[in-house]
């Protein structure tokens, strides 16, 4: 079945514009999460859905960082007002949502490179 | 503390040779699940493999296998035969159940095969 899919997989915006960022799950997976990797470096954990409900919004990195989840399926991350700090991979993953024999492992999307001049 | 530890930041590995990736974890959960995934320079996560903290056997999926020794903490990943598409960054990781959100990640190896 088709993968985890992510919206656009590059982007170049201006310091101080808004930009979105889609993610489209695994079918039937109820959980999504979104990260961010900056360059040459791991994974930082922004946000967990859980259906639509975010329980785990607690890496956010500031209130320009917003979420959400319609139907179950498609998230959309927002950045407002970007600066040039917000540059780095944004990276979307989807799971079953449940805990045990390996049913909480969490399928990549590719990723979208964002680039704030 | 909750906490995955990969102590080699690169390896060279001729290729054909096997290489072990060394991976140990902290957690105080009874109940976890570890992973492996490979990120090549595309970006893209790619899950390798998975061990439930009581699953007495260990993973393995084709040329990938994980030396799980629970008492030691420890998940290693057993590449055999590598390949030059090997090649790539490797994660450790960990979902302690407890939290319905959370997985741990490690810093990372960098595996470089040479021809």
């Known amino acids: 079945g088709a993968g985890v899919s992510q919206s656009p997989s590059n982007k170049v915006t201006e310091k101080g514009k808004d930009v979105e960022l889609r993610c489209d799950p695994i079918s039937g997976h109820t959980a999504l999460y979104w990260y961010r990797q900056s360059l040459g470096q791991g994974l930082e954990f922004l946000i967990y859905f859980q259906g639509n409900s975010a329980p785990d919004k607690s890496g956010l990195p500031s209130d320009r960082f917003s979420a959400e989840r319609t139907g179950g399926s498609v998230s959309t991350l927002t950045i407002q007002r970007t600066q040039q700090e917000d540059s780095a991979v944004y990276l979307c993953?989807?799971?079953?949502?449940?805990?045990?024999?390996?049913?909480?492992?969490?399928?990549f999307g590719p990723g979208t490179r964002l680039l704030v001049l | 503390a909750q906490k995955i530890t990969q102590t080699q930041p690169g390896m060279f590995v001729q290729e054909k040779e096997a290489v072990t990736l060394d991976c140990t974890y902290d957690?105080?959960?009874?109940?976890?699940?570890l992973f492996w995934y490979k990120q090549p320079s595309s970006g893209e996560m790619i899950f390798l493999i998975y061990?439930?903290?009581?699953?007495?056997q260990n993973a393995t999926e084709g040329r990938y296998s994980l030396n799980f020794q629970k008492a030691r903490k420890s998940a290693n990943l057993v590449i055999s035969a590598s390949q030059l598409g090997d090649s790539a960054m490797y994660f450790c990781a960990m979902t302690p159940y407890s939290s319905a959100s959370k997985i741990i990640f490690g810093s990372g190896t960098r595996l470089s095969i040479r021809p």
């Open positions: 993953a989807s799971s079953l949502g449940w805990r045990g024999q390996g049913q909480e492992t969490q399928y």
């Open positions: 957690t105080s959960d009874q109940s976890y699940g």
């Open positions: 061990q439930g903290s009581y699953d007495e």
